[in-house]
T-cell receptor
């Protein structure tokens, strides 16, 4: 199957700093990428959907100025957590969907990024 | 709105026991249904999927059948192994655009 690579897998940062997480589709073009947040022992919550070259669409309750999403190319989307605070500590997972035909019937997930803000 | 409900865990079984994790959904139209598995500290891996009613998805001994009449997609395996211990998520994908995930069910398999 298609591969989505997420980097870094773990990051620890100081409160007040910003952290960037990358999500790359390695062997297909991802017209749409999704960013999820997973709280401990909870399900995944969709944060935002981004289409290549367009502004991301954020879910209700997600601060777009805090969680900056850029989808500048068909293989790369980034999530930047700005002015991070301990409550932003979480597991973030990206997902990428190819754009055409039967490939649209599946999205592929990255391995996730564990963010710890101290 | 669309939603997925799956049985709460944890589910604890002995090796070689039969597994069922229930999943029901509410959706308009004809969504695709998925089971994902998450091992500790890792992301989601697709376990199996079904894209239309009466389809059966299967992989690694796991099976699930898309039942439109009961709006269900229960996950089953005839003989679980210790290596199957993980969290399992049922999900529906509406219009190839948005996933709705269940709350996840943790499976513990004891030797």
């Amino acid at each position: 199957g298609a591969v989505v690579s997420q980097h870094p897998s773990r990051v620890i940062c100081k409160s007040g700093t910003s952290v960037k997480i990358e999500c790359r589709s390695l062997d297909f073009q991802a017209t749409t990428m999704f960013w999820y947040r997973q709280f401990p022992k909870k399900s995944l919550m969709l944060m935002a959907t981004s289409n290549e070259g367009s502004k991301a669409t954020y879910e209700q309750g997600v601060e777009k100025d805090k969680f900056l999403i850029n989808h500048a190319s068909l293989t790369l989307s980034t999530l930047t957590v700005t002015s991070a605070h301990p409550e932003d500590s979480s597991f973030y997972i990206c997902s990428a969907r190819a754009g055409q035909g039967g490939s649209r019937t599946e999205a592929f997930f990255g391995q996730g990024t564990r963010l710890t803000v101290v | 709105g669309d939603s997925v409900t799956q049985m709460e865990g944890p589910v604890t079984l002995s090796e070689e026991a039969f597994l069922t994790i229930n999943c029901t959904y509410t959706a308009t139209g004809y969504p695709s249904l998925f089971w994902y598995v998450q091992y500790p500290g890792e992301g989601l891996q697709l376990l199996l999927k079904a894209t239309k009613a009466d389809d059966k998805g299967s992989n690694k001994g796991f099976e699930a059948t898309y039942r439109k009449e009961t709006t269900s997609f229960h996950l089953e395996k005839g003989s679980v192994q210790v290596s199957d211990s993980a969290v399992y998520f049922c999900a529906l994908w509406q219009n190839f655009n948005k996933f709705y995930f269940g709350s996840g069910t943790k499976l513990n398999v004891k030797p």
